[in-house]
């Protein structure tokens, strides 16, 4: 029984985790920000460029300031913080995750491996984009900057991953941003990949993985190609 229980604690020390980021990753933002920018500038009469407000929607910065900005520069007469709220309500029902990523999670999960998500953003938003998908049904567990107080890239979220995963911050790290993802992964002691359509050559010091999908991120881990 003692090497029965010393056996088993071992396997547990050895668990390594696998984090996604959320948007741009494991859900396609760009489609969902372009088709939210079309509905509010079309509901709002506004003379707007639909990409112009995407494209800001979808930079690594705060929503609230992306907001304040479009209000502030465009005179439009409502507030910041209204049409902040209206994205958060409105997102989970516009993105999309594809079955090959899905499909992905499990693949991960069935060869050991914890599976978690790591997102900077609201609580409302990126929840209700977790389960609207069903992917809570398909990770471990999550983290959300707004609810521990970190954002990436510090490397206090992916502790926070780490723990509530109940597993050591050793694995991978898995986006599509080299600041936040990349750079903050490799800060915490994490391999990384790099979800990108871009070049697949980058300088020394980048990501261990360069990928076009969660779906091939997963097959390389899974199979110890680095």
């Known amino acids: 029984m003692a090497v029965e229980i010393g056996l088993f604690y071992g396997r547990l020390s050895c668990v390594q985790m696998v984090a996604f980021d959320l948007d741009g ?106 389960r609207r998908l069903g992917l809570d049904a398909l990770v471990d567990g999550w983290v959300i900057s707004e609810e521990v107080g970190i954002r990436k890239p510090a490397s206090g979220i992916f502790e926070a991953l780490a723990e509530r995963l109940g597993c050591s911050l050793n694995g991978w790290m898995v986006g599509d941003n080299v600041d936040l993802d990349i750079a903050g992964g490799q800060a915490a002691g994490l391999r990384t990949a790099l979800v990108t ?19 091939e991120a997963a097959k390389l881990i899974i199979a110890g190609e680095m």
């Not at 999960?109 to 990126?126: K, S």
């Not at 359509?197 to 779906?215: C, E, R, Y």
């Open 197 to 215: 359509a871009g070049p697949k050559h980058l300088p020394t010091g980048d990501p261990d993985l360069v990928v076009a999908s969660v779906a």
């Open 25 to 130: 990753t494991l859900v396609d933002q760009a489609s969902a920000a372009a088709q939210w920018a079309e509905e509010f500038i079309n509901s709002n009469q506004l003379g707007l460029d639909v990409a112009d407000v995407a494209d800001a929607l979808i930079a690594s910065r705060p929503k609230g300031e992306v907001f304040a900005e479009l209000v502030e520069v465009h005179g439009l007469t409502l507030a910041a913080d209204q049409i902040w709220a209206q994205y958060r309500l409105r997102m989970p029902q516009l993105v999309s995750c594809t079955d090959a990523d899905r499909d992905a999670l499990i693949d991960l999960r069935t060869a050991g491996w914890r599976i978690g998500i790591v997102t900077n953003g609201m609580v409302d938003n990126q929840q209700g984009k977790i």
